[in-house]
């Protein structure tokens, strides 16, 4: 009796053992590895869809062409937000629920981004996005969500270090009511001082406003001889310069890096093209010199797709992949196999990981994630950053110069 209940316990150990071989086998060398994109690819944030998606499909390429992700070609499903809450949960849903996604860019967009996470980590789906938000990377309150790109955070000490090369003394602040664009706004307001110059106002409007006028009399009637501006829409920053030069006032702009995309002397009156600068991603300022290879790579790959609108967003896209790929392969060696849960205790190991190579994220470097911090605010941004001016696009990349300093 004994002897045969522990041969059935054996011939069960022996099946399960197999069926659990099997399924490894099966995500190794059937079904695809899943990735839904959501994207602004109508509405007011159209601008940001494009170069996302060129980034994002250079990856898979060049990942699929060189075996796929642990074994497993990568497919990359699209779907709209139109620039909405609304449509990007419902987005979120229908790739989740109908789609069975394994991995999900929940929009790039902040705010539309932060209207997805509840659902997506009430599911347990694991989600990574460029959006720039610090609460977007709260892992006590979205365990499942990572944020990968500059948060929003580190912008405010560039823009303030770049306002005092300009010769900012009181700095007037300027942001759009969109949530990393805010948060940087009230970062500012201490990173301004920390630097040396004054802060004598802040003032809010919303992206899709065409007059920024009023806001702009505010500030200078407060003292303001300089502007720190940040805002999602590249209109912004016309209606910006169209008010400066209607004022006549000579103040000098730095502006956020997420409002940049195309020629910005199309947007940009000449009579006040030498007041506006923008912090930008380094590997994405001209400078002169001769740029990494690998870099050198990306960008003749994004040529064959047409013309290139915003490098450091298509790159920061391309970097993203190649992160999802370290981490599913991490996870493909774990007990269990690839699960959102490996793939976040992967992401979670990262910033001490040695296998993380510096071709892996060419923009910002290991994003260092941890247990407690999903947001890349431990990265290191000390060569991070460059200082750009009105010029035209070229490869999606803005003349300029370094912009170092001490965070």
């Not at 610090?134 to 560039?158: C, H, N, W």
């Not at 941890?370 to 009105?390: E, I, M, P």
């Amino acid at each position: 009796m004994k002897f045969s209940r522990s041969r059935r316990l054996i011939t069960l150990g022996v099946m399960l053992g197999a069926n659990a071989l099997l399924h490894q086998t099966a995500q190794a060398q059937g079904n695809p590895l899943v990735f839904g994109v959501i994207l602004p690819q109508s509405g007011a944030a159209s601008q940001y869809a494009g170069p996302i998606q060129t980034g994002l499909e250079v990856a898979q390429k060049q990942i699929n062409d060189a075996g796929g992700i642990a074994g497993r070609k990568l497919e990359i499903v699209y779907r709209d937000s139109g620039s909405t809450a609304q449509r990007a949960l419902l987005a979120a849903r229908e790739l989740v629920e109908e789609r069975k996604v394994d991995i999900l860019y929940p929009e790039a967009i902040s705010g539309l981004t932060l209207a997805v996470l509840p659902y997506t980590s009430e599911k347990k789906i694991l989600t990574i996005t460029q959006g720039t938000a610090p609460k977007i990377g709260d892992a006590k309150e979205f365990p499942y969500s990572f944020q990968m790109g500059d948060v929003a955070l580190k912008r405010a000490p560039a823009i303030a270090a770049g306002l005092r090369k300009v010769g900012g003394k009181k700095v007037g602040i300027l942001v759009s009511t969109n949530p990393s664009n805010l948060a940087n706004g009230e970062q500012l307001k201490s990173e301004i001082p920390a630097k040396g110059m004054e802060v004598v106002g802040m003032k809010t409007f919303s992206p899709d406003a065409k007059d920024l006028g009023a806001n702009l009399q505010s500030l200078r009637d407060a003292g303001a001889d300089s502007i720190a501006f940040d805002s999602t829409s590249r209109e912004s920053i016309r209606a910006l310069m169209v008010g400066l030069q209607t004022l006549s006032w000579k103040a000098p702009v730095v502006s956020g890096n997420a409002a940049l995309s195309g020629d910005l002397t199309s947007v940009v009156p000449t009579p006040v093209s030498g007041q506006f600068h923008a912090i930008f991603y380094r590997a994405g300022t001209r400078m002169g010199g001769s740029p990494n290879p690998d870099l050198q790579i990306f960008v003749s790959e994004l040529r064959k797709l047409g013309p290139i609108p915003n490098f450091g967003f298509s790159l920061g896209a391309r970097d993203l992949v190649y992160t999802i790929k370290w981490g599913v392969e991490k996870a493909a060696k774990m007990p269990g196999g690839i699960n959102s849960d490996n793939i976040k205790a992967a992401f979670e190991s990262i910033g001490t990981a040695t296998d993380y190579s510096a071709t892996n994220s060419l923009a910002l470097g290991n994003p260092a994630w941890t247990k407690a911090d999903h947001t890349s605010s431990n990265a290191d941004y000390s060569k991070f950053w460059g200082l750009v001016r009105t010029s035209a696009a070229v490869d999606g990349m803005y003349e300029g110069e370094e912009l170092n300093f001490k965070d």
